[in-house]
């Protein structure tokens, strides 16, 4: 099973993007999705993430800007970013965790924020 990543591209600042991540099959035993972001030369960090109980945590710097959603019959998490600044200028990466430990990643997808 795998995760794909879409909806990335260019938009300019105060913008808005929306991603989406979908498994290419069930995924059994998910207790949360979550998208992180990646820039060049850094560690991956936590954007935002959600519970399969529909808990949502955010990254400090992008409360209020963007939202998680996800549905947990299909394995499909979104993430809907308004008021984009060009700091938020990264590859997102969307990940799967389940009960027993395996996460599963997308592939990563490219936003950038530039006008």
Same mark, same amino acid.
């Given at each position: ?28 035993? /998910?207790?949360?999705?979550? @998208? ?6 850094? =560690?991956? =960090? ?24 996800? +549905?947990?019959?299909?394995?499909? /998490?979104?993430?809907?970013? +308004? #008021?984009? &600044?060009? =700091? ?6 969307? &990940? ?6 395996? +996460?599963? @990643?997308?592939?990563?997808?490219? /936003?950038? /924020?530039? #006008?």
């Amino acid at each position: 099973v795998q995760l794909q990543a879409s909806g990335g591209g260019l938009v300019q600042p105060g913008g808005s993007l929306r991603l989406s991540c979908a498994a290419s099959g069930r995924i059994l035993g /998910v207790n949360g999705m979550g @998208w992180y972001r990646q820039y060049p030369g850094k =560690e991956r =960090e936590l954007v935002a993430i959600i519970t399969s109980g529909g808990r949502t945590n955010y990254l400090d710097s992008v409360k209020g800007r963007f939202t998680i959603s996800s +549905d947990n019959t299909k394995n499909t /998490v979104y993430l809907r970013m +308004d #008021s984009l &600044k060009p =700091e938020d200028t990264a590859v997102y990466y969307c &990940k799967a965790s389940t009960v027993w430990g395996h +996460d599963y @990643w997308g592939q990563g997808t490219l /936003v950038t /924020v530039s #006008s």
